[in-house]
């Protein structure tokens, strides 16, 4: 097996098992199932509802745990592996529902294309749960950040499967890092309890963030946060307040 570093750089994303303690799990699960009781069908709504899933959306304006998420140690040197300069570009999450027989297409995240810098996209899957060959697993094509190309313009179709295939799965508290570029989708849950994830989705500074931090998150939460993470959400950035305020939030697969 390689280091995780040449896996990231090769594959298109690496797997760290154990990456969230447990005191943290537990905390992060527990916020989660008050939001998704508390904002009941509305739940995802600041972003987009997916069927045959639950959504949240915006989550570091909902929880002071959020920031310890998107300031982990455990996973900006690898985010920093894929993206040369990078902010955050959206904190999301992701639950299958049970019994499920919907999977996602083969997509790049915000239908990302490398561009004449290089990679500006890098998704972080932190495993709440168990994720197992029944649960809904994700599907990746290794090797397919380096293509320039999206799924739905080379594939006859995205839901099939295809023979490059690589199923990921990974007991709860493992994180996974992925180049946003490389092709991948969720699968069906075959199980009979949901399968929840969090996303936190980074995105190289020069790009618009795919849902915009400064308005999003409100005042009082945002006199709360450290210098770092107020330059990790780009807050105080002109630039970014010009690129991403009049953006539409995008999705590589959701319309």
């Keep these: 097996m390689s280091d995780p570093t040449t896996q990231l750089n090769e594959f298109g994303y690496v797997e760290l098992p154990g990456a969230i303690d447990l005191d943290l799990l537990g905390e992060l699960n527990g916020r989660i199932g008050e939001l998704f009781a508390a904002e009941g069908d509305a739940a995802g709504a600041e ?25 982990s140690a455990a996973v900006l040197p690898y985010v920093a592996r894929v993206l040369d300069d990078y902010k955050l570009s959206s904190l999301n999450v992701r639950s299958v529902n049970p019994c499920s027989d919907i999977r996602q297409p083969l997509h790049a995240d915000m239908a990302a294309i490398p561009d004449e810098r290089g990679f500006w996209v890098c998704n972080v899957v932190w495993m709440l749960q168990d994720i197992t060959l029944e649960n809904g697993p994700l599907r990746v094509i290794p090797g397919t950040h380096h293509r320039k190309q999206l799924p739905q313009d080379v594939l006859a179709d995205p839901l099939a499967n295809h023979p490059d295939q690589v199923l990921v799965t990974g007991s709860a508290g493992t994180i996974m890092v992925m180049n ?26 020069d790009k618009p963030q795919q849902q915009y931090q400064k308005v999003l998150i409100d005042e009082k939460v945002q006199s709360r946060l450290t210098p770092d993470l107020r330059n990790l959400l780009a807050l105080d950035d002109p630039e970014n307040d010009r690129i991403s305020r009049s953006v539409t939030t995008t999705s590589g697969f959701m319309k």
């Design 47 to 71: 972003f987009k509802q997916e069927p045959g899933c639950r959504r949240l959306a915006n989550l570091v304006n909902k929880g002071d745990v959020f920031a310890r998420v998107i300031s």
């Design 180 to 205: 946003a570029h490389l092709w991948h989708g969720g699968m069906e849950n075959r199980s009979t309890k949901p399968r929840t994830a969090l996303h936190a989705f980074y995105c190289r500074r």
